[in-house]
T-cell receptor
Framework: GAVVSQHPSRVICKSGTSVKIECRSL??????MFWYRQFPKKSLMLMATSNEGSKATYEQGVEKDKFLINHASLTLSTLTVTSAHPEDSSFYIC????????????FGPGTRLLVL | KNEVEQSPQNLTAQEGEFITINCSYSVGISALHWLQQHPGGGIVSLFM???GKKKHGRLIATINIQEKHSSLHITASHPRDSAVYICAVRARGRSQGNLIFGKGTKLSVKP
């Protein structure tokens, strides 16, 4: 079945460094991928929509210069947290719809980021 | 008030019990998702509904569009069902991934 993978699953970094998180669709092409963030004991929130070949669409309140998204190919989207701060510590999850316009989405396993 | 409300917040059950988790929403929707999040954080999509009822193994999901309500049922519950169950809706007019998530129901099934 369709699978979405994320790497790394867990990362600890120092404040001020940049962290890249990869999201891959493993046996299907995804022209669109979604990035979500989940703070402890809070609901998932959509951060941005990653579009292959064009700029990402960011949700209100999400800084595009801080959370850089690159959808380099039909199977890979990356989220780079630049100059990370402790308040960026969160659980980041990506998802990809199985087909354009379809409702069925496959979620990645998530990346837990801890910024010290 | 959240646009998606789940109840209960926490649920403890004995193995074998029939479980119901409820989701109410206040917006017009094009689809509703039930998701399962395990302690490590990974999310699995269980169902996507726009009407009626779906069944997969011991899991059943129903939705009543008029009443803006959905339920997730687990029959013959098992300790491995212990997880957080999340209801999420795609509001009409929003883009595909722009889901509104409930806060989740934490289920613990005791042996």
């Amino acid at each position: 079945g369709a699978v979405v993978s994320q790497h790394p699953s867990r990362v600890i970094c120092k404040s001020g460094t940049s962290v890249k998180i990869e999201c891959r669709s493993l046996d299907f092409q995804a022209t669109t991928m979604f990035w979500y963030r989940q703070f402890p004991k809070k609901s998932l929130m959509l951060m941005a929509t990653s579009n292959e070949g064009s700029k990402a669409t960011y949700e209100q309140g999400v800084e595009k210069d801080k959370f850089l998204i690159n959808h380099a190919s039909l199977t890979l989207s990356t989220l780079t947290v630049t100059s990370a701060h402790p308040e960026d510590s969160s659980f980041y999850i990506c998802s990809a719809p199985i087909d354009r316009g379809g409702e069925t989405q496959y979620f990645g396993p998530g990346t837990r980021l801890l910024v010290l | 008030k959240n646009e998606v409300e789940q109840s209960p917040q926490n649920l403890t059950a004995q193995e074998g019990e029939f479980i119901t988790i409820n989701c109410s929403y206040s917006v017009g929707i094009s689809a509703l998702h039930w998701l399962q999040q395990h302690p490590g954080g990974g999310i699995v999509s269980l169902f996507m509904l726009s009407s009626g009822k779906k069944k997969h193994g011991r899991l059943i999901a129903t939705i009543n569009i008029q009443e803006k309500h959905s339920s997730l049922h687990i029959t013959a519950s098992h300790p491995r069902d212990s997880a957080v169950y999340i209801c999420a809706v795609r509001a009409r007019g929003r883009s595909q991934g722009n889901l509104i998530f409930g806060k989740g129901t934490k289920l613990s099934v005791k042996p």
